[in-house]
Nanobody, 123 residues
Framework: QVQLVESGGGTVQAGGSLRLSCAAS????????MGWFRQVPGKEREGVAA????????IYADSVKGRFTISQDNAKNMVYLQMNSMKPEDTGMYYC????????????????WGQGTQVTVSS
């Protein structure tokens, strides 16, 4: 059974940084894509960043380009999201997700999800 466990959330002031981690386990076959999503109450979950597990170019939502960096350590089955120059609008529950096959920027296609980690950015 696939398990994704996020960590690293917390509260940070605007302009600060946080690093989220996602530990993946239980795969029969390696996923094609790993991604980070976020959701705030009353809004749909949105894709923030994604990466092909073969090391191809990462993908970012326009709202985080130049500020967030997704990376992976395949040997450790870990995915990270480095968030810099954070803004209050970055506040939300952040989820790690994975999918097998397809395009990593097709956000509805993700099959496996973690429980989420809360990120709060104060102004």
């Amino acid at each position: 059974q696939v398990q994704l466990v996020e960590s690293g959330g917390g509260t940070v002031q605007a302009g600060g940084s946080l690093r989220l981690s996602c530990a993946a386990s239980g795969y029969t076959y390696s996923p094609t894509c790993m991604g980070w999503f976020r959701q705030v109450p009353g809004k749909e979950r949105e894709g923030v960043a994604a990466i092909y597990t073969d090391g191809s170019s990462p993908i970012y939502a326009d709202s985080v380009k130049g500020r967030f960096t997704i990376s992976q350590d395949n040997a450790k089955n870990m995915v990270y999201l480095q968030m810099n120059s954070m803004k209050p609008e970055d506040t939300g529950m952040y989820y790690c997700a994975a999918r097998s096959g397809g395009w990593c920027d097709y956000w509805p296609g993700y099959d496996f999800w973690g429980q989420g980690t809360q990120v709060t950015v104060s102004s």
